[in-house]
Nanobody, 124 residues
Framework: QVQLVESGGGLVQAGGSLRLSCAAS????????MGWFRQAPGKEREFVGV???????DYADSGKGRFTISKDNAKSTVYLQMSSLKPEDTAVYYC??????????????????WGQGTQVTVSS
């Protein structure tokens, strides 16, 4: 079992930055791939990015050049650094852990464990 707890969300003006954290406990980080997803009201949960066990990153087009995922294995924590935020980035952001690799990592079905989410609101 892996428990995930997100933090760092909040209200920010357009153009601003936020860093989300996802702290893992239990059977942490090995060998899990850690993904970030988001869900806006009335919309499906969508892929934001992932960092694999080996450290490879992949991002959705919506965040390329603005979002960066990193991890600190010693702290069992994954980060999502978001910059140049836009109102359309407003959503609940979730981190998730997957024991599977490959292209399914861009889909929710690949993930076994989820955090409770943290709200990000970007004002215009």
């Amino acid at each position: 079992q892996v428990q995930l707890v997100e933090s760092g969300g909040g209200l920010v003006q357009a153009g601003g930055s936020l860093r989300l954290s996802c702290a893992a406990s239990g059977r942490t980080f090995g060998p899990y791939h850690m993904g970030w997803f988001r869900q806006a009201p009335g919309k499906e949960r969508e892929f934001v990015g992932v960092i694999t066990w080996s450290g490879t990153m992949d991002y959705a087009d919506s965040g390329k050049g603005r979002f960066t995922i990193s991890k600190d294995n010693a702290k069992s924590t994954v980060y999502l650094q978001m910059s140049s935020l836009k109102p359309e980035d407003t959503a609940v952001y979730y981190c998730a852990a997957s024991g599977r690799g490959g292209p399914l990592l861009e889909t929710t079905i690949a993930y076994d464990y989820w955090g409770q989410g943290t709200q990000v609101t970007v004002s215009s």
